[in-house]
């Protein structure tokens, strides 16, 4: 099964800030990667999806890049409701393996 | 709207079975393929199993292979999973969701259910 590791698995950061999370897949899985934000106690939101589109309704603060095995999630300009764990997951093979999840803070 | 509601959690022994139910509206159901995602107290979300719009092809994780089971009722608008010989490792709560577009089996989770639980424990 090919593997996802997201980095860092928490950070802290300030309202303002721009922050950016990386995902690494352990095989190329081409564009076939989504981002997902998920709050306590909620079902997980779609950010991102094929690496950089932006799901409608997602504020353009966020940003997606990458391809084959190497991707990130970047937040321009920190609001406080993005304080939350954020998940890469690919979907290029029958596994659909997600990160283990990275928990932004605020500091 | 497009909603998905899960069903069926609850509390049951180690052995034992448990069969989710997640109904959809709002969007046409018998399109698109629908995956079950979970996630263990505190932990990271894992997979669980797929199935295509049509039920014509099924995938699990390995840690449910040969235990749990996919299915779906295109005329109820219904996906469920059957669940046998849990464990206490999938103790968690179960998430459907709704593959982004129709017909495919390789796309992004567009929208999910609020999950139900499911507690393993003698």
């Known amino acids: 099964a090919i593997r996802m590791t997201q980095s860092p698995s928490s950070f802290s950061a300030s309202t303002g800030d721009r922050v950016t999370i990386t995902c690494r897949a352990s095989?190329?899985?081409?564009?076939?990667l989504a981002w997902y934000q998920q709050k306590p106690g909620k079902a997980p939101k779609l950010l991102i999806y094929?690496?950089?589109t932006l799901q409608s309704g997602v504020p353009s603060r966020f940003s997606g890049s990458g391809s084959g095995t190497d991707f990130t999630l970047t937040i321009s300009c920190l609001q406080s409701e993005d304080f939350a764990t954020y998940y890469c997951?690919?979907?290029?093979?029958?596994?659909?393996?997600f990160g283990q999840g990275t928990k932004l803070e605020i500091k | 709207q497009v909603q998905l509601v899960e069903s069926g959690g609850g509390v049951v022994q180690p052995g034992g079975s448990l069969r989710l139910s997640c109904a959809a509206s709002?969007?046409?159901?018998?399109?698109?393929?629908m995956h079950w995602v979970r996630q263990a107290p505190g932990k990271g979300l894992e997979w669980v199993a797929f199935?295509?719009?049509?039920?014509?092809?099924?995938y699990y994780a390995d840690s449910v292979k040969g235990r749990f089971t996919i299915s779906r009722d295109n005329s109820k608008n219904t996906l469920y999973l059957q669940m046998n010989s849990l464990r206490a490792e999938d103790t968690a709560v179960y998430y459907c969701?709704?593959?982004?577009?129709?017909?495919?089996?390789?796309?992004?989770?567009?929208?999910w259910g609020q999950g139900t639980m499911v507690t393993v424990s003698s």
């Open positions: 969701a709704k593959v982004g577009r129709p017909t495919v089996g390789d796309d992004a989770f567009d929208i």
């Open positions: 709002g969007f046409t159901f018998s399109s698109y393929g």
């Open positions: 199935i295509r719009y049509d039920g014509s092809n099924k």
């Open positions: 095989q190329g899985i081409s564009s076939y």
């Open positions: 094929a690496a950089s």
């Open positions: 997951q690919q979907y290029y093979s029958y596994s659909y393996t």
